[in-house]
């Protein structure tokens, strides 16, 4: 089993930051692939970035790259996502998400992984 429990949301204003954090527990090889997904009411769920956490290979949708960053933290067992520029499109709930796939990259993250945090909302104001 893996456990995922996000924190970090909040409302910011155009053009403003936010750090996302993911603690995670459970088997490691539970979570070889971890990302981060959103979903904004009306809207389908939508995965932005998706980290390998043996390779550290990240993988971002168009729309978030270049704004936003994925990282590990292995000592902490915590993922982060760094979200820069941030616009009011990017407001939804985020959630973090794991499994033990082998590929981590754009078909993982229009799959639905095993795993699920509870979500974090995000909320950015024109």
């Known amino acids: 089993q893996v456990q995922l429990v996000e924190s970090g949301g909040g409302s910011v204003q155009a053009g403003g930051s936010l750090r996302l954090s993911c603690a995670a527990s459970?088997?490691?090889?539970?979570?070889?692939?971890m990302g981060w997904f959103r979903q904004a009411p009306g809207k389908e769920r939508e995965g932005i970035a998706s980290?390998?956490?043996?390779?550290?290979?990240?993988y971002y949708s168009d729309s978030v790259k270049g704004r936003f960053a994925i990282s590990q933290d292995d000592a902490k067992n915590t993922l982060y996502l760094q979200m820069n520029s941030l616009k009011p499109e990017d407001t939804a709930m985020y959630y973090c998400?794991?499994?033990?796939?082998?590929?981590?990259?754009?078909?993982?993250?229009?799959?639905?992984?095993?795993?699920w945090g509870q979500g974090t909302q995000v909320t950015v104001s024109s």
């Open positions: 998400a794991a499994d033990g796939s082998s590929t981590c990259g754009g078909l993982w993250l229009r799959r639905r992984p095993n795993y």
């Open positions: 459970g088997y490691t090889y539970s979570r070889y692939c």
């Open positions: 980290i390998s956490t043996r390779s550290g290979t990240t």
